[in-house]
């Protein structure tokens, strides 16, 4: 079955990095676009990032766009989320899905949480 499991959240001060990582298995990984979305203490999902098939096609939310880069490693079945210059309205559950290339998402990972703070 389509399991995806997120790691590297954790707590960092404002300014700082982290860089999350999803292991993708039970499908065909590098057939399917990726994204990360993310859900904050009350509110609604965000979406952050998705990714193409092969890594050579990007696209950010205005929130993040400047401070967060995604990238896969198709052979590694991987999915990452490099951020930095974080900030405190970063803090969030981050998840990885499986996507389409309309933006629609399948299945989620569990999520890793994220806090930014001082």
């Known amino acids: 079955q389509v399991q995806l499991v997120e790691s590297g959240g954790g707590l960092v001060q404002p300014g700082g990095s982290l860089r999350l990582s999803c292991a993708a298995s039970g499908f065909t990984f590098s057939s399917y676009y990726m994204s990360w979305v993310r859900k904050a203490p009350g509110k609604g999902p965000e979406w952050v990032s998705a990714?193409?098939?092969?890594?050579?096609?990007?696209r950010y939310a205005d929130s993040v766009k400047g401070r967060f880069t995604i990238s896969r490693d198709n052979a590694k079945n991987t999915l990452y989320l490099q951020m930095n210059s974080l900030k405190p309205e970063d803090t969030a559950l981050y998840h990885c899905?499986?996507?389409?290339?309309?933006?629609?998402?399948?299945?989620w990972g569990q999520g890793t949480q994220v806090t930014v703070s001082s």
């Open positions: 899905a499986r996507s389409s290339p309309t933006g629609l998402s399948d299945y």
């Open positions: 990714i193409n098939t092969d890594g050579g096609s990007t």
